[in-house]
């Protein structure tokens, strides 16, 4: 990148769907944290509200008000590629963020991730299999991550350690060139970005991460697995394969 850290603007999106207990202590707290450890970047944070029935939406517009740093998207679709896609095409920043709104993965690792593409990477993930990495979670999630991250490397010879941590960011530049191309809205949409920066050629940097399971999470399992499997097989019959 050419701007020096101090005229780029970062953009960290919190995606959602039916959070309104959560949402306004995890928008503070990560705002407390950017005011305090992101120096040198100017940011903002957008709430991606996905759909929700509850009073999510409500709550989003009651801190956009609070808070001029803060605002809020609104889709009428659930999907978190759907969010990511609408939300990042859309900002006027240069460095693109996003991390699910438990704020599983501690935030320390939020200035590397950054930083990684003001240095002039294209994507920085988090990676909760990379060296460093402190992680607690089920023997069930872990088994089923593990079991996910063989599949990629046996079909697609995916190179990563991990496809799916909420935790990832983009330079605008890559964000146009590489969305156009992405045809999942939903889970698969982690996988489908790596893998086609990857056959790409785009500079992908992990990183990594502190990662605490969130005992509440809505990610339905099974369903989301049955869908990366259909997604794999898909990739697998892509042209760049």
Not at 3 to 25: A, G, Q, R
Request: charged share 30%; aromatic share 10%; proline share 4%.
């Amino acid at each position: 990148m050419n701007s020096s850290p101090k005229e780029m603007l970062v953009d960290i999106l919190l995606p959602v769907y039916n959070e309104e207990h959560t949402l306004e202590k995890s928008v503070t707290t990560l705002r407390s944290f950017l005011q305090k450890n992101l120096d040198g970047f100017q940011w903002m944070i957008s709430i991606g509200d996905n759909a929700s029935t509850d009073k999510t939406l409500e709550k989003a517009e009651q801190l956009t008000a609070r808070y001029p740093d803060v605002r809020v998207f609104h889709l009428n679709q659930k999907g978190r590629g759907r969010m990511v896609k609408y939300a990042w095409m859309k900002s006027e920043a240069q460095i693109l963020a996003y991390m699910d709104i438990d704020l599983s993965t501690d935030l320390q690792a939020l200035p590397p991730l950054v930083q990684a593409i003001a240095d002039g990477n294209d994507v920085s993930i988090g990676s909760r299999q990379y060296k460093g990495s402190v992680v607690d979670r089920s023997l069930k999630r872990e088994i089923i991550s593990q079991g996910y991250i063989f599949i990629l490397k046996l079909l697609l010879k995916f190179p990563f350690t991990d496809a799916q941590c909420g935790f990832k960011a983009m330079s605008k530049k890559a964000v146009n060139e590489l969305f156009p191309l992405i045809l999942d809205d939903e889970w698969f949409f982690d996988t489908e970005l790596l893998y086609l920066a990857y056959k790409k050629g785009y500079k992908v940097k992990e990183l990594p991460v502190r990662w605490i399971e969130d005992k509440d999470s809505r990610v339905k399992i099974f369903r989301t697995m049955w869908l990366d499997i259909k997604g794999v097989f898909r990739m697998r019959r892509s042209p760049l394969n």
